[in-house]
């Protein structure tokens, strides 16, 4: 008899009472039933603990901290009472398909990873201006894909940097996905290994923890990757998520500059980059583990991208007066060849043209209805039914998937 769980499952929380049953009953409801689940309770105020006392399963345990700690250190506590051979977390707000699990674990019967993720299809809770369906999801194939990570540290930091618009795309390795705290399960080892490297397994305070780790993990405590193109973690898009919200004014405000001292870098970002914590979660984890770069960053390709998103924002009703004033000033700044390639591109005649037409109330409102009627054309699919997050994930079966995957490898 083992001595342990296949799993830990990991929910950190912090004065979510209304939203935490959900999330743990997306737990007890997984086909696969080899699992501890820790509710780390970060000090709360609220009716936290009587919740999960109303909860009778034996798999439960209730931890608490002594104090309020930062979101790094409170996930570390978490991770301190797991037991499991693997460990996988739990947003409080998000949940579970019911296969979720059992997904996981088949894989890694078949193929032992050190680290197994899977996509993450987006309930919204409340209107979002991005999207006209109550559960998102990008086209999915249903298929798995095994990366070799050894030796390709280099390839791997070049991606992540590539995601964030700074670097271009390796040939030697591009995932279908990558894995994230959230939608992931890490051999528990790794955990050890971070924290004996690092003097923690979280040691910076970042808003964006989750692409630090995985830029560090993946390039240095992996062997195989496996990544399960299928969408079995569901995230709630609400007016208290923490990672994505509806309110783009509200987003907006935490794409701030760094935060923390990034050296030579930091006279190069935006005040408003939506990639902005991205960078500097890849960065410092480069500072961290003491890499070395071995590819170019390509700055004028950040800016580029920035002003994309400038002007999509502008031209969905959004006042970018602020943000457009931080670009020319921060692209002045630059050395001429940046500055030559960025105008190459953003100040064309055709960029003109279309600026002049977005900024008119009857063409621009056609123009907007345009590139909505093309983005619902383009890979983002769901459903439209008012269901309740719970019922959605009920509903992720392998006849769930089957019915709405397309075939087909997504490898570029």
């Not at 050190?114 to 993450?120: L, T």
Request: hydrophobic fraction near 35%; include cysteine.
């Amino acid at each position: 008899m083992k001595d342990r769980p296949q799993f830990s499952v990991i929910i950190p929380t912090r004065n979510r009472a209304s939203y935490l049953p959900t999330a743990v009953q997306s737990v007890l409801n997984q086909t696969f039933d080899d699992f501890e689940l820790i509710i780390s309770d970060n000090s709360s105020t609220d009716n936290t603990s009587e919740i999960v006392r109303g909860f009778d399963d034996a798999r439960i345990t209730y931890v608490k901290t002594d104090s309020f700690l930062p979101i790094n250190r409170s996930w570390e506590f978490g991770i301190g009472h797991a037991r499991g051979e693997y460990v996988v977390f739990l947003a409080d707000d998000d949940a579970y398909g019911k296969i979720y699990l059992e997904s996981f674990a088949n894989e890694i019967r078949k193929e032992d990873p050190d680290v197994i993720a899977c996509g993450m299809p987006q309930y919204y809770e409340t209107p979002h201006y991005e999207s006209r369906r109550k559960l998102a999801w990008t086209s999915f194939t249903n298929r798995s894909y095994l990366y070799d990570c050894e030796g390709k540290k280099a390839e791997i930091l070049q991606y992540m940097f590539a995601k964030g618009n700074l670097a271009d795309y390796p040939d030697s390795f591009r995932p279908v996905g990558l894995p994230y705290l959230a939608n992931a399960a890490y051999r528990r080892s790794i955990f050890t290994e971070l924290k004996d490297s690092l003097g923690s397994v979280f040691p910076r305070d970042l808003a964006s923890t989750d692409v630090y780790s995985t830029a560090i993990i993946l390039s240095q405590f992996t062997r195989k990757y496996c990544y399960l193109d299928k969408p079995l973690y569901i995230q709630r898009v609400s007016d208290v998520s923490l990672t994505r919200s509806p309110d783009i004014e509200r987003q907006r405000k935490t794409y701030g500059r760094p935060t923390h001292d990034l050296g030579e870098y930091q006279g190069y970002f935006l005040n408003f980059a939506y990639v902005n914590r991205w960078i500097e979660a890849c960065l410092l984890a480069v500072i961290d583990s003491n890499s070395i770069l071995d590819f170019e960053l390509t700055w004028a390709k950040y800016y580029i991208k920035s002003f994309d998103s400038l002007k999509y924002l502008q031209g969905h009703g959004f006042d970018m007066t602020d943000e457009k004033r931080n670009f020319w000033g921060t692209l002045e700044k630059q050395n001429r060849e940046v500055r030559a390639e960025v105008l190459s591109v953003v100040r064309t005649p055709r960029m003109r043209i279309s600026d002049f037409l977005r900024s008119s109330k009857l063409i621009g409102s056609l123009l907007r209805a345009k590139d909505n009627r093309r983005q619902n054309d383009g890979d983002l699919e769901g459903l439209d039914d008012q269901l309740s997050i719970d019922e959605y994930a009920n509903m992720v079966d392998e006849k769930f998937l089957n019915e709405h995957s397309r075939r087909g490898s997504l490898e570029a």
